[in-house]
């Protein structure tokens, strides 16, 4: 039972999860079933997940909004399902943190191909990039954050940060890809509460991105997300 992978599946239609769940079991995996957004919170702290399959349109609380709660405690793959077929929607569930998009009706071969592409990856790469690691680095193309030595290499040189960069650069290699708010970004850092902060990280972030970028004007791992926030490519 421990090597079984344990998917939850999250939508207000019933039958849409009794089906995606059958299919899941008669693939190996184990299902758990949610029926609005705050239960598969609620799952998701009783059970050990191993993907979500998060339906957009839910109850009580929406898939997007599901879906940053579900970042801020837990790095494991989230496919967003759901009838909405629009580019902005796809864009916005993705740059919220998740990390695939299949739009109703979808093929049953491609859901599952899709669902092993996300576990094999979280399985074999997830210790290395994830927030769970129990490694003492965290490396995305040629950035090694060294967590035990509180020190960031980049392409085998070491860089010197400010305690206060350091953070930064630390929280957002803990959430390689995600996409953070200037506020999110001050009150995880700055452990209090976020006003009127944009220019305040955005100086910050400048100064890292000189610090590790080759061309700071295209660069390749702090990036800006228009009207969003920040984050650090996933390479």
């Known amino acids: 039972m421990e090597d079984i992978q344990t998917i939850l599946v999250a939508d207000d239609d019933k039958e849409i999860v009794r089906v995606l769940s059958r299919l899941l079991e008669l693939e190996g995996y ?8 705050m239960e598969a919170l609620e799952r998701l702290m009783e059970e050990t997940i191993h993907l979500i399959l998060l339906d957009v349109m839910m109850p009580r609380l929406d898939g997007l909004s599901t879906l940053m709660e579900v970042r801020r405690k837990k790095n494991i793959p989230v496919i967003i399902l759901s009838a909405k077929t629009e580019e902005s929607d796809k864009v916005l569930g993705l740059s919220m943190g998740a990390d695939d998009y299949v739009a109703k009706p979808f093929q049953t071969a491609e859901l599952m191909a899709r669902i092993r592409s ?23 193309g040629g950035l090694i954050l060294d967590l035990n030595g509180k020190e960031l290499f980049v392409d085998g040189e070491k860089v010197k940060l400010t305690a206060t960069e350091y953070k930064i650069t630390e929280f957002l290699m803990h959430h390689l890809g995600q996409v953070f708010s200037a506020e999110e970004i001050y009150s995880s850092v700055w452990n209090e509460e976020a006003y009127a902060v944009e220019n305040t990280v955005m100086v910050h972030i400048r100064r890292i991105r000189e610090k590790i970028e080759i061309d700071t004007k295209n660069p390749k791992y702090l990036k800006v997300v228009w009207g969003i926030g920040y984050k650090m490519e996933k390479i």
């Open 30 to 37: 184990r299902a758990i079933p949610a029926y609005n957004g």
């Open 118 to 140: 996300q576990l094999r990856r979280y399985m074999t790469l997830g210790d290395v990039n994830r927030q769970e690691s129990r490694d003492s680095r965290i490396c995305t």
